[in-house]
């Protein structure tokens, strides 16, 4: 599977902003779906994930209650919702596919090329 990430930019503290990854060919339903982060200098950092089914999902202990992922698999769409953002979450944030319930970065097939997130104090 192709993924595709869109929907960054910058937004103030506060504010919010959702990003979307569209996936190619029928298989994306199949797949446990992620979002990870990355600032430079630092590793990539798991955000939030969701089973194929869209009822299970995770999220690391920073974004719990502030982040929302969802997905659509009629339209092969993972989307993640951010909200009150923090400029700590300024990141490149890239999508990512797999068959392992995992939050390490290793395990996941297919990545986005990810989109930037600038969240200003």
């Known amino acids: 599977v192709q993924l595709q990430a869109s929907g960054g930019g910058l937004v103030q503290a506060g504010g919010s902003l959702k990003l979307s990854c569209v996936g190619s060919?029928?298989?994306?339903?199949?797949?446990?779906m992620a979002w990870f982060r990355q600032v430079p200098g630092k590793e990539r950092e798991f955000v939030a994930s969701?089973?194929?089914?869209?009822?299970?999902?995770i999220y690391t202990d920073s974004v719990q209650g502030r982040f929302t992922i969802s997905r659509d698999n009629a339209k092969n769409t993972v989307y993640l919702q951010m909200s009150s953002l923090k400029p700590e979450d300024t990141a490149v944030y890239y999508c990512?596919?797999?068959?392992?319930?995992?939050?390490?970065?290793?395990?996941?097939?297919?990545w986005g090329q990810g989109t930037l997130v600038t969240v200003s104090s």
């Open positions: 990512a596919a797999g068959v392992i319930n995992s939050a390490s970065a290793q395990v996941y097939t297919h």
């Open positions: 060919g029928r298989t994306f339903r199949s797949y446990r």
């Open positions: 969701i089973n194929w089914t869209g009822i299970s999902t």
